[in-house]
């Protein structure tokens, strides 16, 4: 069993900068890929960023590559999103996943064992 806590979300102007960080328990942490997932008001849960378990491959949405970075600690056990140059449209819930099985990120939900409660992340323009 895994439990995530979400951190880092607040309201911000456009331009600004946030990271969210994702803490993780258990002891098998660095053998899972870690995920990012945002939900706006409305509308259906979205592929944000994922990470593989050493860290070395990423993936991003097209909406926020170049914008957002996904790194990890694994001797933390912490997942972090660094979300730069932030809009409006990026207000949203944020979530962060673990997928315990193969270790190699993906951008589907459905892969995702494990979530956090969500931090909800406000841009006003």
């Known amino acids: 069993q895994v439990q995530l806590v979400e951190s880092g979300g607040g309201l911000v102007q456009a331009g600004d900068s946030l990271r969210l960080s994702c803490a993780a328990s258990?002891?098998?942490?660095?053998?899972?890929?870690m995920g990012w997932f945002r939900q706006a008001l409305g509308k259906e849960r979205e592929f944000v960023a994922a990470i593989s378990w050493g860290g070395g491959v990423a993936y991003y949405a097209d909406s926020v590559k170049g914008r957002f970075t996904i790194s990890r600690d694994n001797a933390k056990s912490t997942v972090f999103l660094q979300m730069d140059s932030l809009k409006p449209e990026d207000t949203a819930v944020y979530y962060c996943a673990a997928d315990p099985n193969l270790g190699t990120p993906v951008i589907l939900p459905t892969a995702y064992d494990y979530w956090g409660q969500g931090t909800q992340v406000t841009v006003s323009s």
């Open positions: 258990g002891r098998t942490f660095r053998s899972y890929a």
